[in-house]
């Protein structure tokens, strides 16, 4: 088993370059199955969730490739009906875009009821309500999600909330149902217009992916296509709010600065300043910083995937600063972790108050999710002394090169073994002259 650990206390300074969206990756790599023809997706990012998911497209008979790190070319023209029950599956959210895709193609697609991060119940009752008006009969039996159907007919529908996860499906069955489908109250996020892009490419006919509606217009059949992903928000803002805990200066390159407004935003109000250029944020934090509230929400929203990142570096910004969830109903779990860290932070009901502490402890801790995983480097970086973190196996589901890249920055940080006292040890002593 490895773990991290890091000798905090050294303002990161540099440049880092971000690599591609997870979420973007996660719904690009299903949909490449919905054409016969060899799909070439680049820009994907090297990390735990891609990997699980290209293994699943290998199972269902897809030949892939790994032209290099970061392509893939992907041929699932013998792609029967899809029988998706495997446990590593279930362990991925972007698993149920198997439904979507596999509706569309082959109208009949059993998939495993997903997992991923524990952050709160997570229900998909809007996808099926999606499905169920493109006229596919969905059952759930022994953990798994049936969709069956002869025909997929363009629908009007309506999400009751709005989800990531629903509307890159709905949209991935209705881009190949009979007529025309009016997607309501989607959700706007960055991947979804990435995954829209995507598909239109494929020779789709999706219009107002990123808007209050989307329009799509059904085809017979998708063709193959050479596609990019966008570059990735989440880790983008990861790295800001780790150059600002640190009090570092650091150039985050081969970014979409408008995809970072609202965290940009954030940073500058509690005193941080953030520069802009055409691809590229440069984040410098040389002074005490401020308090803040923040609320989080779907995109244009503050990403409730930055909130626990963004509290950790409140944790360490002076006055009392309010964080409120409102997007998954038990996402604060992790502040405990934090607290072991000196941060003082009280939670009540979906709010966490965190008062500014002036500097975090070092201890041992444990991801207990990804993105809580981390706010949990950020801290441990900012600390003073040696911390190490378990559990980094779901740091590293989206997260790309932690340790080299925050190396890179003059972080100090290596992934060592658990059981191997002499790992701690070695890396001390190396430590120790940094
Ligand atoms: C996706 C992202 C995740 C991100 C989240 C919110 C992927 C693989 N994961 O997750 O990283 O944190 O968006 O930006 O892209 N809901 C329902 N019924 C549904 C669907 C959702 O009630 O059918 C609720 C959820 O419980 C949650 C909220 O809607 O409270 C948002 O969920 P959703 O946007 O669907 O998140 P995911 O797609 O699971």
Redesign the pocket.
């Known amino acids: 088993m490895k773990q991290y650990i890091i000798k905090g206390g050294k303002p990161l300074r540099g440049s880092v370059t971000i690599g591609g969206a997870k979420?973007s990756a996660?719904g690009i790599l299903v949909a490449s199955v919905m054409t016969n023809e060899p799909v070439i997706v680049e820009n994907l990012p090297d990390i735990g969730d891609v990997q699980v998911l290209l293994n699943a497209i290998r199972e269902i008979g897809a030949i892939v490739e790994q032209i290099d790190e970061h392509t893939v070319r992907i041929n699932a023209s013998l792609v029967g009906d899809v029988c998706m029950d495997y446990d590593f599956i279930r362990k991925i959210?972007?698993s149920y875009y198997f439904i979507g895709a596999m509706l569309g193609k082959r109208r009949k697609a059993t998939v495993a009821l997903p997992g991923?991060c524990q952050i709160?119940?997570?229900?998909?009752?809007?996808?099926i309500k999606g499905f169920e008006a493109l006229g596919a009969k969905i059952s759930i039996e022994h953990g798994n999600v049936e969709a069956v159907t002869d025909k997929l007919v363009g629908s009007h529908i309506y999400l009751d909330?709005?989800?990531?996860?629903?509307t890159i499906n709905i949209m991935m069955a209705a881009c190949m149902a009979e007529g025309k489908t009016i997607i309501e109250n989607p959700?706007k996020?960055p991947?979804i217009v990435d995954v829209a892009n995507f598909l239109n490419s494929m020779g789709a006919d999706i219009k107002g992916a990123g808007t209050d509606t989307i329009r799509i217009r059904g085809v017979e059949s998708l063709h193959g296509t050479t596609y990019s992903i966008i570059p990735d928000q989440i880790e983008a803002g990861t790295y800001m709010m780790a150059a600002a805990a640190t009090g570092g200066d650091v150039l985050i390159q081969n970014v979409i600065p408008k995809h970072l407004d609202v965290i940009s935003a954030k940073l500058i109000e509690i005193g941080v300043t953030v520069e802009e250029y055409p691809d590229a944020v440069r984040v410098i934090a040389n002074k005490k910083l401020r308090h803040t509230n923040v609320k989080t929400f779907?995109y244009p929203g503050f990403?409730?995937?930055m909130q626990p990142q963004f509290a950790a570096l409140l944790s360490l910004s002076e006055g009392t600063s309010m964080v409120t969830e409102t997007?998954?109903?038990d996402r604060l779990k992790y502040t405990s972790e934090l607290c072991r860290m000196g941060a003082k932070i009280k939670v009540e009901g979906t709010t966490a108050f965190i008062t500014g502490v002036d500097g975090l402890e070092s201890a041992a801790v444990c991801a207990p999710d990804l993105r809580a995983g981390a706010a949990l480097v950020i801290a441990a970086l900012a600390a003073d002394g040696y911390t190490t973190i378990d559990q980094i196996e779901y740091i590293e589901r989206g997260y790309e090169g932690v340790c080299e890249k925050i190396r890179n920055l003059g972080g100090v940080m290596e992934k060592i073994d658990i059981d191997d006292n002499s790992d701690i040890q070695r890396f001390k002593l190396r430590a120790s002259n940094q």
């Open positions: 979420n996660l959210r972007g991923g709160g119940t997570r229900p998909i009752d809007q996808h909330c709005i989800s990531v996860g629903a959700a996020e991947h779907p990403p409730t995937d997007v998954f109903e």
